[in-house]
Nanobody, 116 residues
Framework: QVHLVESGGGLVQPGGSASLSCAAS????????MGWYRQAPGKQRELVAA???????NYADSVKGRFTISRDNAMKMMYLQMNSLNPEDTAVYYC??????????WGQGTQVTVSS
């Protein structure tokens, strides 16, 4: 079992930056990969960025060059640095972790609102 707790959401001005954090607890050794998803009202949840235990990363085309995902070596903390934010980035952002045997865990979600 893995428990994920997010922090760092809030209001940010267009063109500004924000950082999200995700703290993992439980059986950390079961985590194979972690990632950030987001869901805007009326839309499906989409992958924003992902990182494997080995450090490989993957980004949605819409955030490439603007967002950076990172994690500590123990997979206990994951971060998302968001730069050059625009209103289209407004969504609830969710921390995700998955095992190599089919389990997946979600954080509670944190609202990121980009508005002037």
């Amino acid at each position: 079992q893995v428990h994920l707790v997010e922090s760092g959401g809030g209001l940010v001005q267009p063109g500004g930056s924000a950082s999200l954090s995700c703290a993992a607890s439980g059986i950390i050794s079961s985590i194979n990969g972690m990632g950030w998803y987001r869901q805007a009202p009326g839309k499906q949840r989409e992958l924003v960025a992902a990182i494997t235990r080995g450090g490989s990363t993957n980004y949605a085309d819409s955030v490439k060059g603007r967002f950076t995902i990172s994690r500590d070596n123990a997979m206990k903390m994951m971060y998302l640095q968001m730069n050059s934010l625009n209103p289209e980035d407004t969504a609830v952002y969710y921390c995700n972790a998955n095992s190599n045997y089919g389990s997946t865990w979600w954080g509670q979600g944190t609202q990121v609102t980009v508005s002037s």
